[in-house]
């Protein structure tokens, strides 16, 4: 028996855009802006709490809950998926994604392993991983560093 791959209740291109957004910010908006060019519908990757711990090795500011709140109201947004690690390539695989967009900070540093594995699982079916150039001078981290 054939496995069905998953789907989303709107037509193709399936654009995804992941994220933390533990403070959401212009550079965020930068990605999302690019990201629409490539199809009419966004669907945004979210990290969970303990994906972030995982990742960046400190607890979020904002709580899944809350940060799935902000995504939801932003006209961007049209689909949220939870994200728990950086094997991207495994929720790649499950929907076939026809873009991948992301900014271009993960090109080197923790992230880059999980792009390259990315990019190969995405030739099988054409599908493109889209590197958004980085906004200067913003990043959640940046933030935090200012406020705490």
Same mark, same amino acid.
């Given at each position: 028996m054939k496995k069905r791959r998953a789907s989303f209740p709107f037509p193709r291109p399936y654009v995804f855009v992941p994220m933390c957004v533990d403070f959401l910010h212009?550079?965020?908006?930068?990605?999302?802006?690019?990201?629409?060019?490539?199809?009419r519908r966004i669907i945004a990757g979210l990290m969970t709490d303990e994906g972030i711990k995982k990742y960046k090795k400190k607890k979020p500011i904002?709580?899944?809950?809350?940060?799935?709140?902000?995504?939801?109201?932003?006209?961007?947004?049209?689909?949220? *998926?939870?994200?728990?690690?950086?094997?991207?390539?495994q929720i790649a695989k499950k929907y076939k994604f026809d873009y991948w967009v992301h900014g271009t900070d993960w090109r080197k540093g923790v992230q880059s392993h999980s792009r390259k594995k990315l990019k190969e699982t995405m030739k099988k079916w054409r599908g493109k991983v889209?590197?958004?150039?980085?906004?200067?001078? *913003?990043?959640?981290?940046?933030?935090?560093?200012e406020l705490f």
């Open positions: 212009h550079g965020h908006i930068n990605v999302f802006l690019k990201a629409k060019k490539y199809g904002i709580k899944f809950k809350d940060r799935k709140k902000i995504l939801k109201h932003l006209d961007f947004v049209d689909y949220i *998926i939870p994200i728990k690690n950086l094997n991207f390539y889209i590197d958004v150039p980085y906004t200067k001078g *913003i990043s959640s981290s940046i933030i935090k560093k």
